[in-house]
């Protein structure tokens, strides 16, 4: 059996195009994109994912794998894989940075240890809502629904035939402003709290004047806030759901498959 030269460079291309557009998304992706997964695991689930999707995607418009115009191509592929695992990745950051938040106004900011996603220091309240939000990540099934948007991005944005316009790369950018809303959404009843364990503090200090309250009101500030954050934990899987809802929502409206 002979195959000839252009029937290669075919496969070789509908194979590396789907493969560059899932490794974009796998960089940026929840849980995948930490540092602790070897580059060789998301490159061997990137090559299986592309081999899978292979049928269903229609032939790359690729006559030379060695070429500039091929180059481009592989360019936006990697984009529009990381700009939807940019959108999950936001997701993650939301409880980040309310961990941060309460972590800051409780005085636990200076417990940190080691991100493994981003690889810096971080405080320990942040880490344990990354945790906690990663694993309700897998729990929920959100890497299925990732695979799932990855492959129908290949019907809204076929390969080499249509990109992302500068409007919804601008509406990629404001939607992470979302981060910021739920962050502070999900972190403002611990800061109302101790915002009136200091009223108190406040109050004491001015009618005990003799009191020092820094010698006591930092420990319980500190015993407050950990109290604080066991009661409000039970919100923590709602405004997850409600979050990563809203980031299926958005992704879909880009890749065009719902209104």
Not at 10 to 36: E, T, V
């Amino acid at each position: 059996m002979e195959v000839d030269l252009a029937t290669i460079n075919q496969f070789l291309a509908d194979l590396m195009l789907p493969f560059m557009r899932i490794s974009g998304m796998f960089i940026a992706m929840i849980g995948l994109s930490a540092k602790s997964i070897p580059p060789q695991v998301r490159a061997l689930l990137g090559i299986l994912l592309a081999l899978i999707i292979m049928p269903m995607v229609p032939p790359s418009p690729v006559d030379n794998l060695v070429s500039a115009g091929t180059f481009l191509i592989i360019v936006q592929q990697l984009l529009i894989g990381i700009a939807i695992g940019f959108i999950s990745m936001m997701v993650l950051n939301t409880f980040v940075l309310a961990g941060q938040i309460i972590a800051m106004q409780t005085g636990l900011g200076f417990a940190s240890i080691v991100d493994p996603v981003n690889g810096i220091n971080v405080p320990a309240v942040g880490q344990f809502y990354l945790i906690l939000a990663t694993l309700l990540f897998w729990t929920l099934d959100g890497h299925l629904s990732m695979i799932q948007m990855i492959v129908m991005s290949f019907e809204a944005f076929p390969i080499g035939e249509a990109w992302w316009t500068g409007e919804q790369f601008k509406g990629i950018a404001h939607w992470g402003g979302w981060m910021f809303v739920s962050a502070i959404t999900l972190s403002l009843a611990p800061i109302v709290s101790l915002l009136v364990v200091n009223l108190a503090f406040g109050v004491m200090t001015k009618a005990a004047p003799q009191l020092n309250i820094f010698s006591i009101g930092f420990s319980i500030a500190q015993m407050m806030g950990l109290l604080i954050i066991w009661i409000t934990l039970g919100n923590f899987t709602a405004h997850f759901e409600t979050q990563w809802m809203r980031a299926e929502q958005y992704m879909c409206e880009l890749l065009r498959i719902c209104s």
